[in-house]
């Protein structure tokens, strides 16, 4: 089924939390956001001993056709149970639920922090304030996620490990490359002249190994006021070179709200990590080419005459095209 089912949410709530008697889930709804997988906000109230109680619960699910990245679900669990009550802000995970008699796929669930993740709040008249104080925020934030200690936070269990500075580059290139073989919808010659000049000109200087989280950019951080309170989409995250994320931060648009100059120099002095312009030229070549890998893929859902989520179309028409020409004008002979 390609749509949540209140009755079996609220089956399946009850033998999780036995503890709140007579709970029910009030309201269920899905957000419009996000390519790569389904996201579901329940509302759920019960009768606590002490009176009512009352939660938001965040559903993440897999379209009924899989998911759009190279990662299964289960990856974004692991990470962000890994990440709950360090310095990077995530929500609380509460379980990973492997049953399909739910809802015919995995699922998890997790704790819903309420705040916004669109856009057009932090762009409303008069937030040039709000911004500028995410912006920085985003800024320090990407450096927590890097220093952030992946070994002793156990995600090498998981996650690959590069072991040589190229690898931080070429193990996720390998990654997507596997992805485009196994559902490429077309041949496209470009992007494998893409993948071929990433792989010659991988970055042979990696100032030190780093969770990255792949993903970085408005819509997909939670905010209240002028606080991230929340990161969000975990699906790209990978252990490798901390430029790849700031190269994620300039090809989505951050210098919207905070200039690069201000990223790097606030960057900078909270991690002790050194910028390195060449390899964050390198990085959005890659990002261009992973894009159309992913965007691309969708495309295999309509040439099976599928019935896919209908927000795919804009993805698997659009972006890999522009992606791949992105792409060429950012590499060098």
Not at 131 to 136: C, D, F, I, N, Q
Not at 140 to 162: N, T, Y
Not at 215 to 225: A, H, L, P, Q, S
Not at 249 to 261: D, F, M, Y
Request: hydrophobic share 40%; aromatic share 10%.
């Amino acid at each position: 089924m390609s749509e949540l089912d209140v009755e079996a949410l609220t089956e399946h709530l009850r033998q999780r939390l036995p503890e709140r008697p007579a709970l029910q889930v009030s309201e269920l709804w899905r957000s419009p956001g996000g390519m790569s997988r389904q996201t579901w906000f329940a509302d759920v109230v019960w009768d606590g001993a002490d009176g009512p109680g009352a939660q938001r619960l965040t559903i993440r699910i897999d379209h009924e056709n899989g998911s759009v990245v190279p990662t299964p679900l289960w990856w974004e669990y692991r990470v962000m149970k890994s990440l709950y009550g360090s310095n990077v802000p995530v929500a609380e995970t509460l379980w990973y639920e492997e049953d399909l008699r739910w809802f015919g796929r995995e699922f998890y669930v997790r704790d819903c922090v309420l705040g916004d993740a669109s856009p057009k709040p932090l762009f409303a008249p008069g937030g040039e304030e709000r911004r500028a104080k995410v912006g920085r925020r985003l800024a320090e934030l990407l450096a927590e996620i890097h220093l952030f200690d992946w070994e002793k936070g156990g995600l090498p269990e998981f996650m690959a490990v590069p072991r040589e500075p190229r690898d931080a580059a070429l193990l996720e290139l390998a990654n997507y490359r596997r992805h485009w073989a196994a559902n490429a919808p077309e041949p496209m010659p470009v992007l494998a002249e893409l993948y071929a000049w990433l792989e010659r000109n991988a970055p042979t200087h990696v100032p030190r190994v780093s969770l990255v989280w792949g993903d970085v950019g408005v819509g997909n951080f939670i905010y209240r006021g002028d606080e991230i309170v929340a990161l969000t989409d975990w699906e790209q995250s990978h252990l490798g070179d901390p430029m790849k994320d700031l190269a994620a931060a300039l090809w989505r648009g951050i210098e919207s709200i905070i200039s690069k100059e201000d990223l790097y120099s606030i960057y900078e002095a909270r991690s002790g990590i050194e910028i390195c312009e060449e390899s964050i030229e390198y990085y959005h070549v890659f990002i261009d080419a992973q894009y159309a890998t992913m965007s691309g893929s969708v495309l295999r859902g309509f040439a099976q005459e599928q019935a896919p989520d209908i927000t795919f179309a804009r993805l698997g028409l659009g972006i890999p095209y522009r992606c791949l020409d992105l792409g060429l004008r950012g590499v060098s002979p």
